[in-house]
């Protein structure tokens, strides 16, 4: 009757259950490497320095269809969902999370979703379309709000970045 009922037929139960249990171990661990290791370990790829916050909900059908860029920002209860159904379809695609985001906390996206380099998406956005680099997007559908590479955003953070990591090692 709707095609909730039948994800069995795309993935293989036990494998889905072997996901769902890393995914809700790796929900519950503050951002560090071995979390990360472990949504890895199920097929996410992930770059490096990459904070996932608590709570946040990585695609346990589909983790293998999931990247995540360097240096980005996940927060608390943002949804990556490479799957979505429907009442009559069951939608997957890829989802491409670039370099140095930020997703504030409850964010979601429809798959397939592109998010470009160094957007930040508001709380509670709902991205349902490909996000273009440099973009601030609020609301839910999620709209542009502004152009960041306008006013210059993360330059001066990078470069006191640079720095502090010169310093460091």
């Known amino acids: 009757l709707n095609a909730g009922s039948h ?3 795309m993935r ?4 889905m259950l072997w996901t769902a249990f890393i995914v809700e171990i790796a929900r519950k661990l503050p951002p560090c490497g071995f979390k990360n290791n472990l949504l890895r370990m199920i097929g996410v790829k992930i770059g490096k320095d990459v904070c996932i916050v608590p709570d946040a909900v990585i695609d346990w059908l589909f983790p293998e269809l999931i990247e995540i860029g360097d240096g980005t ?11 979505s159904i429907g ?3 069951i939608r ?10 930020m997703m504030g906390s409850f964010v979601c ?6 998010i470009g380099d160094r957007a930040v998406l508001g709380i509670y956005a709902y991205i349902n379309k490909d996000v273009p680099a440099d973009a601030f997007m609020v609301g839910i559908p999620a709209q542009v709000k502004k152009d960041l590479k306008e006013i210059g955003y993360l330059k001066e ?11 460091r090692l």
């Not at 996206?109 to 592109?114: A, G, I, V």
């Open 7 to 9: 994800w069995y037929c």
């Open 109 to 114: 996206n429809e798959p397939p979703t592109t």
């Open 157 to 167: 953070f990078n470069e006191n970045l640079q720095k502090w990591h010169g310093k």
């Open 87 to 89: 009442i009559d379809e």
């Open 92 to 101: 997957v695609g890829r989802v491409k999370i670039g370099k140095q985001v």
């Open 73 to 83: 920002l996940i927060g608390g209860s943002a949804w990556i969902a490479a799957h």
């Open 12 to 15: 293989n139960p036990f494998r």
